[in-house]
């Protein structure tokens, strides 16, 4: 099945910084999501992405599909940005979704 | 607001209790997913249904049962769970299973095992 591989595993910054993290994946895909876990578990969709750069407030995404990996970049972090980010990659396989280890994100005031 | 509501948010219960998961999407969705979060670990898929049909069962054990009786309700009804269930279970629906259309996620229910 595909492996989705992604770094930092955790990370720590500053208020104010900025970020970049990395989502590889090993086959094709048709569909990547990135999602931002909160401390109380909800999952928030923050792109859907299988190519192509997006970008919403703070938060920008590419996918380059063709070498097989996703970029999530947040600017000017804030400490709500903290939590768990994880890339999933999904297939024409009944709808799957295959979820990274996440990487783990803590913003200090 | 994601469109998919889940109840209860938590859940406790004992090893020999029978209880139920309920899932509701307000999308107009055809696919409803059931995801299982162990402890700082990512989703994993438990089931997927599309049209009412059960279309993946990710080898659950059979003390998961899902039931979806429309395509507007998901239900995972559970008995004689072990501790190792505890988890947050998520819920989650798109337009269609193909896997090319985003999945949108309910906030969870966080079940425990006592």
């Known amino acids: 099945g595909i492996q989705v591989e992604q770094s930092p595993p955790d990370l720590i910054l500053q208020e104010g910084a900025n970020s970049t993290l990395r989502c590889n994946f090993s086959d094709s895909v048709n569909n990547l999501q990135w999602f931002h876990q909160n401390p109380w578990g909800q999952l928030i969709n923050l792109f859907y992405?299988?190519?192509g750069t997006k970008q919403n407030g703070r938060l920008s995404a590419t996918t380059v599909a063709t070498e097989r990996y996703s970029l999530l970049y947040i600017s000017s972090s804030q400490t709500t940005d903290s939590g768990v980010y994880f890339c999933a990659v999904g297939r024409n396989q009944g709808g799957k979704l295959i979820f990274g280890q996440g990487t783990e994100l803590s913003v200090k005031p | 607001e994601t469109g998919v509501t889940q109840t209860p948010r938590h859940l406790v219960m004992g090893m020999t209790n029978k209880k139920s998961l309920k899932c509701e999407q307000h999308l107009g969705h055809n696919a409803m997913y059931w995801y299982k979060q162990s402890a700082k670990k990512p989703l994993e898929l438990m089931f997927v249904?599309?049209?009412?049909?059960?279309?993946e069962n990710n080898s659950v054990p059979s003390r998961f049962s899902p039931e979806c009786p429309n395509s507007s309700h998901l239900f995972l009804h559970l008995h004689t769970l072990q501790p190792e269930d505890s988890a947050l279970y998520l819920c989650?629906?798109?337009?269609?299973?193909?896997?090319?259309?985003?999945?949108?996620f309910g906030d969870g229910t966080r079940l425990s095992i006592l």
């Open positions: 992405i299988p190519s």
């Open positions: 249904y599309s049209l009412e049909e059960r279309v």
């Open positions: 989650a629906s798109s337009p269609t299973p193909t896997g090319n259309q985003p999945q949108h």
